[in-house]
């Protein structure tokens, strides 16, 4: 998974989404060690800054802990994970909302949609 | 000790009618990548060389860490001039002895580590080398420093896109905490990531001093975009 950055956001927020997918998403698995921001910063080709900043709000949303010895680690604490997880689908479902509204449908319909796509994808 | 690393003051630099800086007020603070960014004939080579110690400013007053540019500043400025200077007939291997001798903050470990990875071999003939060839070695020899300043003036302009990113890597990685890397160029794009902070230059002055994401988040666009929109030219 790479870093992929658009033009009309601020940087450090986008990196700061990405980041959480990827703990949430466990390729930065529960309890690990966390690459340090110099790392992140070349693997993205951002300022080291900028990634500092991202790397704040991951600690703010204590999805990852600092130790002051040992670096950085994803937190174990599971209702943090499972509620970053909640919050992210929530905010899938508002943006699939949203463009199903465009496309001119009811939020019944849309949910009507979703059911039966569920339904019929089922693995 | 001042935290200010460039401290310029109603700078002006004219060339007989020209007035290439006309009131310039810039500070740049340690650890930063600032873009001075600016149309043709703005003024950002000679805002560079002025803080070079190349240029005496016509009026104004210009401090690096504390200090009028000299012979000592030079000691803290890494410069890339926007144009080669090298004689056709030395190699790579020549260019690198020369810097090594000529400044003691010089890293040969960092250059020889840099030469491999942009595949300078040490017995090249800079005669031999293409325009782009040759940027990425000047980049090399003056990345392999280390120093307060960085002054980069259009590094990236002569490169292939593969070749730049490869270049901002190697600005990104290679610059240390204390310093600052000061680039010019127009080629927004492709370097507004690694920047902390932008300056717009308008015919000689400073019209935006921000940092990238401060702009991104007022004005919901890149810095790219502003700056085309800032500077487009009347359709005629």
Same mark, same amino acid.
């Given at each position: ?6 033009? @009309? ?28 921001? !110099?790392?992140? =910063? ?10 500092? $900043? =991202?790397?704040?709000?991951?600690? =703010? ?10 670096? $950085? ?9 499972? @509620?970053? !997880? ?5 905010? !899938? ?13 009811? !939020? $019944?319909?849309?949910?009507?949609? =979703? $059911? ?8 | ?7 310029? #003051? ?5 060339? /007989? +009618? ?8 810039? #500070? ?6 600032? /873009?001075?960014? *600016? +149309?043709? /004939? ?15 400013? #016509? ?21 890339? %001039?926007?144009?080669?200077?090298? %004689? ?22 960092? &250059? &020889? ?18 325009? *782009? ?21 259009? +590094?990236?302009? *002569?490169?292939? %896109? ?22 010019? #160029? ?11 902070? &932008?300056?717009?230059?308008?015919? /000689? ?32």
């Amino acid at each position: 998974m790479k870093f992929e950055l658009l033009g @009309s956001r601020p940087i450090w927020q986008q990196l700061s989404e990405q980041l959480r997918q990827r703990i949430v998403t466990g390729v930065y698995p529960a309890g690990s060690h966390f690459p340090t921001v !110099r790392e992140l =910063a070349a693997e993205a080709g951002v300022n080291p800054n900028t990634m500092q $900043r =991202a790397m704040a709000q991951l600690e =703010a949303d204590g999805l990852v802990n600092t130790n002051r010895t040992s670096g $950085r680690t994803v937190t174990e604490d599971d209702e943090v994970l499972r @509620s970053m !997880r909640r919050t992210l689908a929530a905010e !899938r479902t508002r943006v699939y909302y949203n463009d199903m509204k465009a496309l001119g449908f009811t !939020r $019944r319909e849309t949910a009507e949609i =979703a $059911r039966k796509e569920g339904e019929e994808n089922d693995d | 000790m001042t935290t200010e690393l460039v401290k310029c #003051t109603a700078l002006t630099r004219d060339f /007989g +009618p020209v007035k290439a800086l006309q009131g310039v007020d810039l #500070t740049l603070e340690p650890g930063k990548i600032v /873009g001075l960014l *600016g +149309p043709n /004939g703005s003024g950002k080579t000679t805002l560079l060389k002025i803080l070079n110690g190349l240029l005496q400013p #016509t009026s104004g007053q210009v401090l690096i860490c504390g200090k009028t540019p000299g012979t000592e500043s030079k000691s803290l400025i890494s410069y890339l %001039p926007d144009r080669g200077y090298f %004689p056709d007939w030395m190699r790579v291997g020549d260019m690198v002895e020369l810097f090594a001798d000529f400044y003691a903050d010089f890293d040969r470990v960092k &250059a &020889a580590e840099m030469c491999r990875a942009l595949g300078l071999e040490d017995d090249l003939g800079i005669k031999t080398l293409s325009k *782009g060839t040759r940027e990425k070695m000047q980049l090399m020899l003056v990345m392999s420093r280390k120093a307060r300043l960085y002054l980069l003036d259009e +590094p990236i302009a *002569g490169v292939d %896109p593969a070749a730049r990113e490869f270049i901002m890597q190697t600005i990104l990685t290679n610059y240390n905490e204390e310093g600052t890397v000061l680039i010019s #160029t127009h080629l927004l794009s492709d370097i507004e990531q690694v920047l902390d902070e &932008a300056v717009f230059l308008q015919q /000689g002055k400073i019209v935006l001093h921000e940092s990238v994401d401060s702009i991104r988040e007022r004005t919901g666009e890149s810095v790219d975009a502003l700056f085309r929109e800032m500077f487009r030219f009347q359709a005629f």
